[in-house]
């Protein structure tokens, strides 16, 4: 017998610790040939005896592999008992679940990604599929802040997206020591620098709930349109399915409503942001 | 939907029938109040007053379920997902949980299906039996549209002198019959308005009205979605979530993993939980959504009169006046609540 | 051979609570033998001053985890007895059951968990979980067993909830009545010989040493929860004049207040109780008796052991009758109107009384005793079973000591823990009150 | 953790009875005993050991010597477990807190009393950091709650502990609420952290608060509600001195 809370069987077949705190899981379903995600989708990751958690796939849509990838940040139970697992180690997932991005309603357009912290794991799975399909869109622009250096997660590959023609990569940090060239201060600053085409421009922020006011505001004094500003939240979630009630905010489900959510839509939800 | 009407004895037999057969579960007496339990005999039945003291969601969504079971093995876990429902018949169920059950039901049905919820929630047979006087002084139903069931029932019963009027809306219902009574006469029906309209008089006295027009109630939670009620009350709020525990359309659950002794053995458990209580929407980096109790009483408010309102075009509150009688700083009654609302914004 | 000897040893374990027994021998001649208490003290009589007087028996209730529930009952009864309120049939036998049942427990926990490893020459019970699973489980069962018919009637062990003045909060359901019933008889005809045969086979050191017995006595049953109180030397006083008995004094070396008869040292506990009582045990618990040889009077106190075993045959048959007595009356919901439980808003008003409860608890004899004004207690004293018998146990290490001083050290200090733990000393209930230092 | 670890009990001033619901877990007890080896266990052993990973307190600290045994416990073990309402929140012993000392050791003592060294009780993270708390008076639910504590030990996971009062489980039992009874009866339940299943209630009595006070306890509410039941704030206040002493928000 299997119900909505069931868990299927998947296995680590990679874990690379990204900083001291997140490591990026390749994961395989033992039963099924493919995830089927879209950019922005989450899993249900089980730890058994631990619990749950939802957790964001971060590898970019694959409609023909068993694997994909995972970037977990230990803070409580079961993301400290995921990052305490190594290859070979079995898990269960459920889902995918979200309602993730439409990649068409970004086809031919500008894309801004702003991705504070851990926000980045969502956003590499739109970003991998955005590079997967390049001719489809436009100019890419890619800002990215962490609190210090040593927090950046995916570094190479962030250097190597930022080597691509037509990629325009930004990085800051809050705090810096004496070996950090790059820039210093907080996501926004970053905004300034880039020259915006507005109507043909669509911004993708994802961050902790403090970032989201500034660069929203940001890029409205830069005339992006509210329904083109485009948001992944997180709230706590017992179920990824729209029955525990616990991501509910206002009249809205995090979990099957989002997390993906218009900004022009998230405005009328007071709870939101 | 068919209509009959069984006489007196020909119910009891009914139920007597069941008992053979199935756990049948009813309102019987606990102490100065009532609870929905199994019952032996149809003695135990209290019909009418008092209000159980909570509703018969505990049937399809138990207080704590196990929904998984794993063990150890190879290096993996062999994983069980568990699932038990029996089949019962639920004797005497009010129309505000008739009402409450409905719309519980549309919750768990919606897009993705809970199966542990469905699975007990088909198995059951339900009787509701109407309620002549109100079953508590806190009982607001007639005002939030709680007092008629529709067809939300397998069976309903409308005790009219000696006889009870009886809707049969399932063929479950039907079965439970058994053949008992005869097709409702003009003179039958006739009977039942007036009973109904002596009901609707007898609650239509009791001095708590809804002030502003039911339908705007969505409206009116959005328009005051800032509003000093909600601090004032929120003050008073112990955060003990008893509210949520005792309503008949509050579902939310939280989930967690237990592991036996020799770490080999678990299982995962859902258990009732409330949007009232502090770490309900609290993330692990300690962010929490609804910090104040405020906030939060406020939420409770607005999913019972406004976005569940709003979505599904009827209140969730069906004034059973649970909520009303447990709440021991008199502050969550979401009529009155709304009733507050609507006198401070006209003034 | 005369010897110097200092023994002390601390901490003696396998009782429950802190005690230390110091032995000092010098050139042959027992120069020192005493009993200390360094269990910290409680103040639970001071403690109770000021409260009102439905909370005593929560309040007492934790003195000790072991007999809570006779505490709560002694409690009551004093209450009552100051109120002058007479409980139901009903309560008087689930009263009577609750306090069988908590006999039980404790009983078992002695015998099995702290007696028995010294006869197999092991520390503790948890060696024997794997050596001797068979006996293990089934101590466990019947312990389990105790423990269950507590919280049943009582709503758990230790520290009972529904047991309030006038009667019980709460009724056990008929359903569960029954099982405890089959349960019972199982352990009965399953557990019950095999324990009887164990104790039987284990050989006590012989020592003996008359002393004054005290107990409660009934004419119609084995006294535990009522009746008068019973000393072997002098005959039979009222409860209320428990202190023409007992005096309660207080030694240096021990927090716990030592308890003496107008006399002389007495003992309280199983043995007690068995010498006076013997002849109103259930039939079982006489054949127990007979196959282990105990008769009454007898007076060497390591037997304390199975007088327990015997009295907890008597609790297992107590149970079932009154648990079929109770349900030939049918259970009935208490009359709520006279039951006063915690704070329920206000209580009658009483102008000063007092009262005396005195039950049999595991250990022997407790008295409570409280005065009362208004809603509060004014006056309370205890008189713990424990506190009773270190005197006594003082003595018997006087006796005991000189006929065994030519034997090795270690012997020594073995003979005197297996007499301090025959007694069963519950220090914890140190309201006002063990350790062995041969110094 | 290791894999078995060594575990050790130890008490204080407290009437022992948190050890006798470890010892009245039968069957589970036996598990435990296969997934823990038990180095010290004084209620139930004689054998004694110093080397231990986690160490499990039960009773208040009531005595000068008890706090240099408490702190040389904290320095062996990696984990302290405080285990009964004694050693979480001081327990009944507290209630003494609130007297004059003298004359309470004089009433049990009399003129000798000042021979018996003794202060005001507290609870033991007044002395050391505690790392788990198995609540209650007696610990809850039979034990279960503290074989929780241990086995999410065992698997280096935070236990799951509500911090919501104990109406919550005392509506999902069902129970008459006993401020509405016929009798009613005044409850510690709405600020009293949850955890116990509401034993109290749900046997017909009052929860008396022996796990001390939920998060975010809203005591101005309780006072009022305790007023409503005929209770005076000074009363409300000794009812809360009964087993919670030591209190102290949120713990
Ligand atoms: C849609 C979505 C996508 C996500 N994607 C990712 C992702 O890609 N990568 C990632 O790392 N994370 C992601 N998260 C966050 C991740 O789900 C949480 O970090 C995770 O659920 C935490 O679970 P846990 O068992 O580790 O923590 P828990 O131990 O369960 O902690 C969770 C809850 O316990 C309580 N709690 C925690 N610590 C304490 C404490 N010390 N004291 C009291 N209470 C406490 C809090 O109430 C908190 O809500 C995502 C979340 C959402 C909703
Ligand atoms: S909100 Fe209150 S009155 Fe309305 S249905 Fe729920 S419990 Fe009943
Ligand atoms: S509204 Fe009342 S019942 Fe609900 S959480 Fe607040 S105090 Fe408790
Ligand atoms: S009895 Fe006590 S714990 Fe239970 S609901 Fe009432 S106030 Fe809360």
New binding site residues.
Partial sequence: MKTLFTPEPAKIRKAVPQTEF?TLFEMELSERSTLGHKPGQ?VEVSVFG??E????V?SAPAPSMPTFE???????????ALLSMKKGDHVGIRGPF?NGFDVNLFKGKDIIFVAGG?GL??LRSFIREVLNHREDYNRVFILYGCKRPKDILFEDELMSWGSLEGIDLQTTVDIAGDDWKGNVGVITTLMPRLSLDPPKTEAVIVGPPVMYRFVISELKKRLVSEKNIWVSL????KCGVGKCGH?QMNGVY??SDG?VFNYAALKEIPEAI | MKQYVVEKPGIRKSVEEELKRKKVCAPVKQENSANFSAIHSFEEIVWGPPQTVIPPKKYFLPTSENILSFRKRDGGFEVEALNAAEEIVLFGVHPCDLNAIYLTDRIFAEKNQDENYLAKREKAVLIGVDCLTPCSPEAVCLRMDGLNPGDRFDLFLTDIGDVYFVEAASRKGEEFLRGEGRPASEIDHRKLSSVRKQRDELFDQEEKKLLPDYNDLPGLMKRNYVHAVWEEHGEKCYGCGSCNMVCPTCYCFDVEDYMRVDLENGFRKRFWDGCMLE?FA?????ENFREERFDRLRHRTNRKLNYLFDKWGQSFCTGCGRCIKACLTHIVSPLEIANEIFQRQSV | MARDMQVNVHHIARVEGHGNIVIDVQAGELKKVELDIVESPRFFEAMLGGRRYPEAPQITSRICGICSVGHATASLRALEDALGIEPSMQTLLLRKAILEAETLQSHVLHYYFLVVPDFFKVPSVIPLASSHPDVVKRALRMKRLADDIIAMIGGRHPHPISMAIGGFTHMPGEGEVRAAISDLKEVLAKDVPPTIELFASLSFPAFERKTDYVSLTHPEEYALYEGAIHSSETGETRHRDYKSKVKEEVVLHSTAKHAKGPFKPYMVGALARFNNNSDKLMPGAEAAAKRLGLFAQNYNPYLITLAQVVESVHNIERMIYLFEEILDSGLKEEDKGQIVAGWSGKVAEVKKCWGVGAVEVPRGTLFHEYRIEGELISGANCVIPTAQNLANIEEDMKELVPKVLDKPKEEITLLLEMLVRAYDPCISCAVHMLKVDFI | MADRPKVGFFSFTGCEGCQLVVLSMADRLLELLGAVEVVNFREASSYKCDDYDIAIVEGAISRVREITELIEIRKRAGTLIALGACAHVGGINCMRNFANQFEIKKEVYGDKASNFDSFLAQPLDAIVKVDHYARGCPPSRDGEEFLEIVVALMQGK?PYIPNYPVCVHCKMKGNVCVFHKERPIACLGPVTRAGCMAACPSFGNACIGCRGLAGKPNLNAHQQTMEEAGLTPEETMKFYRMLNGMMEVGK
């Fill in positions: 997140e989450f631990v619990g958690a939802p957790i964001s971060s995972l970037c977990v940040r230990k803070v409580g139970n079961v993301t400290n979200g851990i794991v969502p997180e709230r706590k979630m991501c995090v979990c997390p | 770490d609290k993330v692990a980096s300690g | 935070r």
